[in-house]
């Protein structure tokens, strides 16, 4: 596959990567652990060298499933976590958002040990703690750096603002937020300032939370425990309003002789040739699917087509409900 550099201090990955927070929670029922270091290491095989984690996905144990899995390929291969919640170490209870720097230093510990690696590639801050200065989150990454303990300090659905001001800290290598053809607010400010201040950009949830997979209608039960049962966007009639832009888009897809899925993440990487969309799957063909997608060419005629298509529908449904938007730091 071929490879992108993200930022502006050659931290090189493949161009499709493979976000590993649904192997732990979120999407329905979770697959079995060998099932699941076995799908990783396929990834690997096919090329894929960046791999996405965080300690709030299980929590912990996402980070351990990816250090499991990843520990043969150890050197071949790029590993982002994120730091920015207070958990207890015992019950898992989640007890809100904290990126003080003295608890940055205690959990950096405890992922390095989770992943079985000394020093993670790509460090981002989950989300944006109101009660800590950004210069001071900033200031406490940039001294694992210094440490050897981290390579690249990353934000995660930051604003611009406050990308710029921890930028002027300790530079960011890669932002990392939400967007896909039917969420592109980052367009509006934090993409052109990711190109003006040289950082790499990661779209996470790049096919709509499976929605642009056109494998999704209105008719689709989720499990009990699949998160988009709680999310606006995806209700029985949001998904039937915006069934008519998966449709159009499918149709083109099949012009080019590509999926939906592939067309959505060719046309992200179309965009810029410093973004590097992180699709997560369960499915060993899911995955198959989506690495194809770095093979999947669009003209400036096929962008101008895609780009009047989502003009033209509008996307139905808020991404996340209230409370869930309230933890972005958007």
């Known amino acids: 596959m071929r490879q992108r550099t993200l930022g502006s201090f050659g931290l090189k990955?493949?161009?499709?990567?493979?976000?590993?927070?649904?192997?732990?929670?979120?999407?329905?029922?979770?697959?079995?652990?060998?099932d699941a270091i076995r799908l990783i290491r396929a990834a690997v095989e096919r090329g894929v060298t960046f791999f996405d984690t965080a300690e709030r996905y299980g929590p912990f144990v996402n980070e351990e499933l990816v250090g499991e899995a990843l520990a043969p390929f150890r050197a071949q291969v790029v590993i982002a976590t994120k730091f920015g919640f207070d958990f207890d170490p015992v019950t898992r209870q989640n007890r809100g958002i904290s990126s003080r720097p003295e608890h940055i230093r205690q959990v950096v510990e405890a992922s390095l040990a989770r992943l079985g690696t000394d020093v993670i590639d790509l460090y981002y801050q989950h989300r944006v703690d109101p009660a800590v200065p950004i210069e001071d989150v900033a200031g406490a990454v940039a001294?694992?750096?210094?440490?050897?303990?981290?390579?690249h300090f990353g934000m995660s659905e930051a604003a611009a603002n406050t990308i710029r001001r921890a930028h002027a800290v300790q530079p960011v290598t890669a932002v990392q937020s939400e967007y896909s053809l039917w969420w592109r607010n980052p367009e509006a400010d934090v993409l052109p300032l990711c190109e003006e201040l040289g950082i790499g950009f990661v779209p996470f949830s790049p096919l709509g939370k499976g929605f642009l997979t056109g494998a999704i209608s209105a008719a689709t039960t989720f499990d009990s425990?699949?998160?988009?049962?709680?999310?606006p966007r995806f209700t029985p009639q949001a998904r039937a309003a915006n069934q008519p832009l998966v449709d159009r888009l499918g149709a083109i897809a099949a012009g080019k002789q590509?999926?939906?899925?592939?067309?959505?993440?060719?046309?992200?990487?179309?965009?810029?040739?410093?973004?590097?969309p992180?699709?997560?799957t369960k499915q060993l063909d899911r995955l198959v699917e989506n690495i194809g997608a770095a093979?999947?060419?669009l003209t400036a005629a096929d962008l101008h087509e895609i780009?009047?298509?989502?003009?033209?529908?509008?996307?139905?449904?808020?991404?996340y409900s209230e409370q869930m938007e309230r933890m972005t730091g958007l």
């Open 225 to 231: 425990t699949d998160f988009r049962n709680s999310v």
């Open 295 to 297: 093979a999947v060419a």
């Open 143 to 151: 001294g694992l750096i210094k440490a050897g303990k981290v390579r």
């Open 13 to 34: 990955v493949s161009a499709i990567g493979f976000g590993c927070m649904g192997l732990s929670q979120s999407y329905g029922p979770i697959p079995d652990k060998t």
């Open 278 to 280: 992180i699709p997560g």
């Open 258 to 276: 590509a999926t939906p899925a592939q067309l959505a993440l060719a046309w992200l990487l179309a965009q810029k040739p410093w973004i590097v």
């Open 307 to 319: 780009d009047a298509v989502t003009s033209a529908i509008a996307v139905q449904g808020a991404r």
